[in-house]
């Protein structure tokens, strides 16, 4: 049950009809409930705590009778009373029941919750009730857990257990049958409206339904693990995150996404996110209660409140509640597990979490490695682990300069490796490489010679690779490269091993430091072999496909042409946007039109290969037909052509994106998607036609004009300039001259002959802060020279502030102000403070700023000011503002 006032996610999943899991979203659990006993005892759980309800009242011992009006935080409509017409029990029964309200009541309806806060409060347990529940549109009966004390802060960051939720049970579903499935679900993670659920639901079978029996409904409640049952079958499991961490135990990703804690830590005052098993580790109460309408209830099935469903009162039904503790280790819950085959399997019980998936500190910049391609990468020096042998570079006739391996009788392995410890240049240094931004379509890849075979002829020859100092290692058949070849004596042959081969067998590929090649051990006296072209890269590293094959003019490679009709089609100046553009004009023979860039047609012979931007890339131009064929009834249409017409599709141009026809005398843009022409049958690795043109043998006087002609990945990245002056003389576009809070406008003045126009801010009496800003949504991305690039500025002080203790301070955020770092100007590389009159640089690495905790791939503000409110009187200017690589 949620207890907040608003509960957006299940309000939005109900108004959208989905058949809602707990807002965990997952679909229903179908069992058979054959060979299932319930009534068999739990051997490992020892019952510490039970309410029968023997007694002829409720025992207040135990429970606590809540009373309010507030609609459980979800716009119910009842209010929770201690009338014994609400909550009372009888032959042994615990009856919660939903009544209609007095005349001029505040709510329409009166209810019962009761809590067992402060006189049964648990860390771990079995808890189980056995239960009838309520029916009709409108009810909404619940068995859950709230903490004792929120250690973790409000809902729902303490957390909250519901162990069986249903609503609107017999009533009609979405599926055409009749309601009956509860639900089980997890709330945690963030304050609302930014919370997170995760839960399942659990439909009944066929001609059986919660609201006309009694049911056991359960969890088992462990450190890092709750799992949920129906008559002892296991339904849901969901567990605590687990965090995937790279060589210097930073968080790169999560093995399991399950549940997570976000609070603020005691002795930093930071709020910060964890990933263990918090919150669902601190003492937790037991409420039962039925509720009437809310958001969830009247938002699905047949909407509302059935006022004829609770005219003479709605029951909840309970015959026990029982908590079990584990006998085997009461202290984690642990040992006592009551389990099934699939409970740990994402594709059966187990069930994905809402937890944030930590950044790794890679730059997330694809970059490639090369370890060895004519001379050594200093930092990653061939090696001989073990035979006393030194790997030396050697001339092949074919490669050029290689590396030369000998085994000799101590058995070895060899390789390249990047630990400090084997560096011996001096320009040399341990450099693990992340090859996390390449997992999708990086590969690690040699060439290998043999050149004398080991003694002993049927060795195998192995790949191993290294990852954090040996923390953890794959070691493979060099036959198990995408290639699949043995050695051949006096052959250079190709080895590649993919990225997400090497990650999904366990390799941590984000600090990849020894790469081996080497018969197996033991076996490898005799060999010698060369090596060379070890790199780790992807294909079209950093680049996106595209080609433009018209736009201003024809691309010569891709000539204007008429198929059939004996035309030439010509270039022709339009309105300003369009500028130059391909007429076309078709007369009495029956032709079609386009592009082409086969050599019998005067192109260059080469296909373009759009293969690497399948998923997302389009063929697009822009149309206007300036006289129309005589028919107006013609179909406009589209065709491409691939591999000298091996493959072809044609398509009307209403079936564009668009999905518009030509009107005479307007240009209208039409776009093609790749996936979709892929799957119409076309090889879009090797097209080299387009055409578009009226039916064939209809467009006579048909006279049109294309212009933008081009296939292309519409959502590829800008690739990374490297560099950004923000201000030198004046502001960069999209930049501004920026006070933040004062009120001034900071203007453009002339200074020195050095310096020529500067920017110049001014403090007064209101406190402020001040520098440059980009415009809304824009920023840099810096983390293609996160290693060497810098943030530098030029400052001079006209006027100090007149608080002399006030230090002057630099400031740089990322867009969304999503991350930001403060530091003193004299932490800077030059170390100095500013002086009144004199122009000085300062200069701040961006490792420096990105250790420090900032996002450099979105920066968008460069503050530089005195202490905040102790500026006033401050006259400054600043110059040559950059972003680069020097």
Known sequence: MNIETTHITRLLAAISLVTLAGCGGDSATKSNFENVDASEPVSDWQMVWSDEFEGSAIDTNKWNYELNCNGGGNNEKQCYTDSEQNAFIADGVLNIVALPAEEGAEKPYTSARLNTRY??????????????????????????????????????????????????????????????????TLHYGRAWPDNSSTGKEFKFPENTNPADDFHTYAVEWQEGEIRWYV????????????????????AVGLKHRGWFAEYFEQGSGELETHWDSAPFDKDFHLLLNLAVGGDWPENVNVLGIDASAFENGQTFAIDYVRVYQCASNPETGKGCETIRPGYNSLDDALLEGDAPIPSPPSTGIATPLTIFGESFNPNWPAWDCCGGSTPAIVADETQGDVVEFVVG???????????????????????????????????VRFKMKVTNAPGTA??????????????????????????????????????????????AANLDISAIDVIMVFPAWGAGEGAVYLIDDVEITQDNLGVSPELTIFTDEQNLAWPMWDCCGGSTPVEAMDDEEHGLTAEFSIGAEPTVMGFNSRTSSGGAGESFDASSILDEGVIQFDLKVTSAPSDPTTPWLFKVESNEGDSAVELELTASVEGVAPVTGEWQTYTFKLSDLAAAGLDVSTIDVLMIFPAWGAGEGSVYRVDNVKIYNPNAAPAATGELTVFKDAAADQWSIWDCCGGSKPTTETDDDAHGAVAQFS??????????????DVSFDASAILENGVVQFDMKVVSAPSDIDAQWLFKIESIGTSSAVELALSSSVEGQAPVTGEWQTYTFPLQQLFDAGLDISALNVIMVFPSWDMGDGALYRIDNVIIANP
């Open 763 to 776: 403090i007064g009496s209101t406190a402020t802060v001040m520098g440059f800003i980009a415009d809304e």
């Open 458 to 503: 049927d060795a195998a020859w192995l790949v191993k690779l290294e990852s954090n100092e040996g923390s953890s290692a794959l070691e493979m058949p060099i036959t198990d490269s995408i290639e699949g070849v043995s050695p051949v004596v006096g052959q250079w042959q190709t080895y590649t091993f993919l990225l997400k081969d090497l990650d």
């Open 231 to 250: 008559d002892g079958y296991l339904y849901a499991t969901q567990r605590q995150s687990e965090v995937r961490t790279n060589a210097s135990d930073e």
């Open 409 to 443: 009788a101590e058995p070895t392995v060899m390789g390249f490796i990047s630990r400090e410890i084997f560096i011996t240049d001096e320009a040399g240094k341990a450099s693990p490489f992340d090859a996390s931004p390449m997992l999708d379509e990086g590969y």
């Open 119 to 184: 006189n049964a409060d648990f860390t771990y347990g079995r808890f189980e009730v056995r239960a009838k529940l309520p029916s009709g549109q409108g009810s909404w009966p619940a068995f859950w857990m709230l903490p004792t004390d929120e250690v973790y802060g409000t809902w729902p960051r303490s957390g909250e257990i519901d162990v069986l939720e249903s609503v609107n049970l017999k009533t009609p579903d979405e599926d055409g049958g009749i309601e009956s499935s509860i639900h089980g």
